[in-house]
């Protein structure tokens, strides 16, 4: 059974730091691609970040230069670096493996207060 699970969301204030994780098991993480999205309530789900399982890194033109994407295979564990947070960047952020028609996680919720 695949299981992904985020942590790390929580409330901060602009202008701050968060940390998100996403431990997978039931996979071989270190063949897969990772992903983080966002979806804010009736809106599409959006890309974030993404790393290929030989650490090519991409981002979403919002975030670029303020988040950042990594993955440690011997954790089998994927984490997004958020600083500089802006109240827009509200959202639950999921942590997918192998693209839309992959494994999802159950979502973790970052609130920027302004």
């Known amino acids: 059974q695949v299981r992904l699970v985020e942590s790390g969301g929580g409330l901060v204030q602009a202008g701050g730091s968060l940390r998100l994780s996403c431990t997978a098991s039931?996979?071989?993480?270190?063949?897969?691609?990772m992903g983080w999205y966002r979806q804010a309530p009736g809106k599409q789900r959006e890309l974030v970040a993404h790393?290929?399982?030989?650490?090519?890194?991409k981002y979403a033109d919002s975030i670029m230069g303020r988040f950042t994407v990594s993955r440690d295979n011997t954790k089998n564990t994927v984490y997004l670096q958020m600083t500089s947070l802006k109240p827009e960047d509200t959202d639950v952020y999921y942590c997918?493996?192998?693209?839309?028609?992959?494994?999802w996680g159950q979502g973790t919720l970052v609130t920027v207060s302004s």
């Open positions: 039931g996979i071989t993480f270190r063949v897969y691609n």
């Open positions: 997918n493996a192998g693209g839309l028609d992959g494994y």
């Open positions: 790393i290929k399982h030989d650490n090519i890194t």
